[in-house]
């Protein structure tokens, strides 16, 4: 396996106990544990620069300023963006995703429009849509999903047809790893004029993503998943597309002029970051994104594939243990979702935090669409990042054998 293993150092919560056992943290879907380096970027940034951005006529205000904007340059550079004013600065995947919904959904989309999604999206790539579509008369459409749980090509077209403006899809389902196949979809949405919007939450912290050759007009993603603070993301649009788009927020910073009864706005991208911007929290993700590009995006995917290939294995020798998702490694991701005998997820959950120090998810994880098609109510979720071992699977397995015993599943 490439071996990550010496970064553990570098994450002091990776360190701790629960119960008197060490940690064993299998919950990064949810969000990453955070490196020294970006904790210190932080608490640097307090001790050092901190003043409001894009104000002050003074120098420790354009030392933040700078800082925010050097910050951003690095986000765009990460994702390969052609010019960091095609990056926003927002709280985080959700409310990028509302940005585009609210921002170009509600002035672009008209009665009778459609909205494509997959079966698979988090609720956040759901409900703006369903939003938007409630204000405007547009209607949603899902692509459907085969056996394994994978996007379902066959009927693309017929789907994505001659109505829809929009189609939104996840880059990497938090719940079975599946990584949707966005060639085909973005051409079927090409070939109807529609935009492509990917949500990035999972898909930009675990693989390399380069804006310039994903056929994509917007992604949306959280820092909070990759290493970085919480309380901040990126939404990186195309410059047209931005320029056209309405802000979804008003408030200071976004204007160049307010009147009375108008205003007019800033350039992009800051139309859309209204209000004091989270400017700590846009330093710690520059120190973010300068970890994973010193670790190289195609060793992270590399350390995922391999984890990932070592946690089927090993969950394959549990009996009664079923894994929700495609097998496929190229086409996947590290989350797993797992059901075992007729265990609740959440007993389970609690188990393996009890008996064995393993945080694992438990619950719907905000895909109830997807669960249905599942037919089960929840799954217990393992996933995985760059700190993460085989020592840390191999405490899991041991765990779930635990819990057989205890629920008394014999065989
Ligand atoms: N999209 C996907 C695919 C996600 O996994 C998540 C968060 C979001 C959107 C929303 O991101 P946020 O940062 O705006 O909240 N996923 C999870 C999860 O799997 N468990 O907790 C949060």
Known sequence: MNDL??????????????????????DSAATSQKPEQVIEAIADYYRTINANVHRGAYRLSEEAT????????????FIGASSPSEVVFTRGTTAGINHVAYGWGLNRLRQGDRIVLTVMEHHSNIVPWQLVARHTGAELAYLRLTEDYQVDLGDLDEVIDGRTKVVAVTGMS??????????????????VGAIVVVDGAQAVPHSPVDVATMDADFLAFSAHKMLGPTGIGALWGRRELLEEMEPAE???????????????????PHKFEA????????????????????????????????????????????????????????????????????????????????????????????AKPLMREMHVPSTARASFYVYTTEDDIDLLVTGLHRAREIFGLVG
């Open 66 to 77: 700078n800082a925010y904007e050097a910050a951003r340059a690095k986000v765009a550079t």
């Open 5 to 26: 293993s010496s970064l553990r150092a570098d994450f002091p919560l990776l360190q701790r106990t629960v119960g008197g056992r060490p940690l064993v943290y299998l």
């Open 250 to 268: 008003g408030g200071g910073e976004m204007i160049s002029d307010v009147g009375l009864y108008e205003s007019r706005w800033a350039p992009v």
């Open 174 to 191: 938090n719940v079975t790893g599946a990584i949707p196949p966005l060639p085909p979809i973005a051409a079927a949405a090409r070939r």
């Open 275 to 366: 209000g004091t911007p989270p400017i700590a929290q846009a330093v710690g993700f520059g120190a973010a994104v300068d970890y994973l590009a010193k670790i190289g995006m195609p060793a992270v995917r590399d350390h995922e594939i391999a984890i990932t290939r070592y946690a089927l294995g090993r969950l394959a020798e549990i009996p009664d243990l079923r894994v929700y998702g495609p097998s496929d490694l190229a086409a996947r991701g590290g989350a797993v979702s797992f059901t075992l005998g007729d265990i609740h997820a959440h007993d389970l959950a609690t188990i393996l935090d009890e008996e064995a120090g393993v945080a694992i998810r438990a619950g719907h994880h905000c």
